[in-house]
Protein backbone atom coordinates (compact mmCIF):
# COMPACT_ATOMS: atom_id res chain seq x y z
CA UNK A 1 0.00 0.00 0.00
CA UNK A 2 1.49 3.75 -0.80
CA UNK A 3 0.20 5.94 1.25
CA UNK A 4 0.42 9.87 1.31
CA UNK A 5 0.40 11.71 4.44
CA UNK A 6 -1.02 15.71 4.38
CA UNK A 7 -0.29 17.95 6.83
CA UNK A 8 -2.48 20.84 5.80
CA UNK A 9 -1.62 24.58 5.87
CA UNK A 10 -2.01 27.55 3.82
CA UNK A 11 1.14 29.24 3.63
CA UNK A 12 2.71 25.14 3.62
CA UNK A 13 1.49 21.56 2.71
CA UNK A 14 3.79 18.85 4.70
CA UNK A 15 3.88 16.01 2.56
CA UNK A 16 5.47 12.60 2.77
CA UNK A 17 4.63 9.14 0.68
CA UNK A 18 5.60 5.77 2.13
CA UNK A 19 5.08 2.41 0.54
CA UNK A 20 3.93 0.09 3.79
CA UNK A 21 4.49 -3.62 3.44
CA UNK A 22 3.34 -5.89 6.28
CA UNK A 23 4.11 -3.09 8.90
CA UNK A 24 7.25 -2.42 7.50
CA UNK A 25 8.13 1.09 5.59
CA UNK A 26 9.59 2.70 2.67
CA UNK A 27 9.92 6.04 2.29
CA UNK A 28 9.48 7.31 -1.38
CA UNK A 29 9.56 10.69 -1.05
CA UNK A 30 8.60 13.59 1.10
CA UNK A 31 8.56 18.12 0.76
CA UNK A 32 6.51 20.71 1.26
CA UNK A 33 4.33 22.55 -1.05
CA UNK A 34 4.94 26.63 -0.14
CA UNK A 35 2.86 29.56 -1.10
CA UNK A 36 4.29 33.06 -0.56
CA UNK A 37 1.92 35.50 1.44
CA UNK A 38 0.78 38.25 -0.34
CA UNK A 39 -0.43 36.54 -3.58
CA UNK A 40 -4.21 36.33 -4.28
CA UNK A 41 -5.60 33.81 -2.39
CA UNK A 42 -6.79 31.89 -5.35
CA UNK A 43 -3.51 31.80 -7.12
CA UNK A 44 -2.45 30.28 -3.48
CA UNK A 45 -5.11 27.57 -3.85
CA UNK A 46 -4.04 27.13 -7.34
CA UNK A 47 -0.70 26.23 -6.23
CA UNK A 48 -1.50 23.68 -3.62
CA UNK A 49 -4.20 21.87 -5.96
CA UNK A 50 -1.55 21.76 -8.78
CA UNK A 51 1.37 20.62 -6.49
CA UNK A 52 -1.19 17.98 -5.32
CA UNK A 53 -1.70 16.98 -8.34
CA UNK A 54 1.87 16.61 -9.21
CA UNK A 55 2.43 14.57 -6.32
CA UNK A 56 -0.34 12.20 -6.55
CA UNK A 57 0.73 11.62 -10.29
CA UNK A 58 4.32 10.52 -9.62
CA UNK A 59 3.31 8.71 -6.24
CA UNK A 60 0.21 7.54 -7.45
CA UNK A 61 -0.95 6.48 -3.72
CA UNK A 62 -3.87 3.99 -2.75
CA UNK A 63 -5.04 6.42 0.12
CA UNK A 64 -4.31 9.72 1.70
CA UNK A 65 -4.05 10.42 5.69
CA UNK A 66 -5.34 13.39 6.20
CA UNK A 67 -5.25 15.82 9.66
CA UNK A 68 -8.43 16.53 10.51
CA UNK A 69 -8.91 20.48 10.73
CA UNK A 70 -8.93 21.37 14.67
CA UNK A 71 -11.11 25.12 15.44
CA UNK A 72 -7.95 27.90 15.77
CA UNK A 73 -8.40 30.26 17.92
CA UNK A 74 -7.10 32.88 14.64
CA UNK A 75 -10.86 32.35 12.84
CA UNK A 76 -9.00 34.22 9.43
CA UNK A 77 -6.23 31.39 9.64
CA UNK A 78 -9.12 28.64 10.30
CA UNK A 79 -10.90 29.24 7.13
CA UNK A 80 -7.47 29.89 4.86
CA UNK A 81 -6.44 26.11 6.15
CA UNK A 82 -9.78 24.86 5.78
CA UNK A 83 -10.29 26.07 2.25
CA UNK A 84 -6.45 25.00 1.35
CA UNK A 85 -7.23 21.13 2.64
CA UNK A 86 -10.67 21.52 0.45
CA UNK A 87 -8.25 21.85 -2.22
CA UNK A 88 -6.34 19.35 -1.14
CA UNK A 89 -9.13 16.64 -1.02
CA UNK A 90 -10.76 18.00 -4.22
CA UNK A 91 -7.18 16.64 -5.80
CA UNK A 92 -7.23 13.39 -3.75
CA UNK A 93 -11.13 12.67 -4.87
CA UNK A 94 -10.27 13.57 -8.80
CA UNK A 95 -7.21 11.12 -8.77
CA UNK A 96 -9.53 8.57 -6.62
CA UNK A 97 -7.42 8.12 -3.74
CA UNK A 98 -9.24 7.30 -1.21
CA UNK A 99 -9.28 9.51 1.81
CA UNK A 100 -8.79 9.28 5.33
CA UNK A 101 -8.47 11.77 8.47
CA UNK A 102 -6.74 11.13 11.43
CA UNK A 103 -6.51 13.81 14.34
CA UNK A 104 -3.59 14.77 15.67
CA UNK A 105 -4.09 12.71 19.00
CA UNK A 106 -4.39 9.42 16.60
CA UNK A 107 -1.49 10.52 14.98
CA UNK A 108 1.26 11.04 18.26
CA UNK A 109 -0.68 8.14 19.59
CA UNK A 110 0.23 6.01 16.51
CA UNK A 111 3.88 7.59 16.35
CA UNK A 112 4.99 8.04 19.70
CA UNK A 113 2.89 5.80 22.01
CA UNK A 114 2.11 8.81 23.93
CA UNK A 115 -1.78 10.88 22.34
CA UNK A 116 -0.53 14.11 24.11
CA UNK A 117 3.01 14.05 23.23
CA UNK A 118 5.24 17.30 21.45
CA UNK A 119 5.89 17.89 18.29
CA UNK A 120 9.83 17.45 18.68
CA UNK A 121 8.58 13.61 20.08
CA UNK A 122 6.91 13.22 17.06
CA UNK A 123 9.68 14.55 14.76
CA UNK A 124 12.25 12.28 16.48
CA UNK A 125 9.91 9.05 16.18
CA UNK A 126 9.40 10.01 12.54
CA UNK A 127 13.30 10.01 11.90
CA UNK A 128 13.67 6.48 13.73
CA UNK A 129 11.31 4.45 12.40
CA UNK A 130 11.80 5.46 8.67
CA UNK A 131 15.43 5.73 9.61
CA UNK A 132 16.10 8.48 8.01
CA UNK A 133 19.56 10.78 7.73
CA UNK A 134 18.00 13.85 9.82
CA UNK A 135 14.84 15.28 10.77
CA UNK A 136 12.81 16.32 7.60
CA UNK A 137 12.30 19.76 7.05
CA UNK A 138 9.92 22.29 7.57
CA UNK A 139 8.23 20.42 10.67
CA UNK A 140 4.66 19.72 8.64
CA UNK A 141 6.93 17.58 6.94
CA UNK A 142 7.51 15.50 9.25
CA UNK A 143 3.76 15.71 10.21
CA UNK A 144 2.61 13.98 6.88
CA UNK A 145 5.26 11.37 7.06
CA UNK A 146 3.30 10.80 10.63
CA UNK A 147 0.13 10.78 9.31
CA UNK A 148 1.31 8.14 6.87
CA UNK A 149 3.12 6.23 9.69
CA UNK A 150 -0.50 6.75 11.38
CA UNK A 151 -2.49 5.17 8.79
CA UNK A 152 0.11 2.55 8.01
CA UNK A 153 -0.39 1.25 11.73
CA UNK A 154 -4.17 1.68 11.56
CA UNK A 155 -5.56 1.57 8.44
CA UNK A 156 -3.74 -2.00 7.81
CA UNK A 157 -5.61 -3.58 10.43
CA UNK A 158 -9.26 -4.19 10.77
CA UNK A 159 -9.99 -1.11 12.79
CA UNK A 160 -8.91 0.97 9.68
CA UNK A 161 -12.15 0.61 8.14
CA UNK A 162 -13.59 2.90 10.30
CA UNK A 163 -11.47 5.79 10.39
CA UNK A 164 -12.80 6.20 5.86
CA UNK A 165 -14.15 9.52 5.72
Same mark, same amino acid.
Given at each position: ?5 ? @????? %? ?11 ? +? &??? $?? $?? %? ?9 ? &????? /? @????? %?? @????? @? ?6 ? +?????? *? ?8 ? $? ?6 ? &? ?6 ? /?????? *?????? /?? &? =?? *? ?21 ? =? ?14 ? %?? $? ?5
Amino acid at each position: MVILGI @DPGFA %IVGWGVLECVKGK +F &RVM $GY $GS %IQTKAGIPIEE &RLSQI /Y @DGMNT %II @DKYKP @DVMAIEEL +FWNTNQ *KTGICVAEAR $GAILVSAH &RKNVKIFE /YTPLQV *KQSVVG /YG &R =AE *KKQVISMVTTLLNLPKPPKPDDT =ADALALAICHGHVGSN %IL $GKYYKM
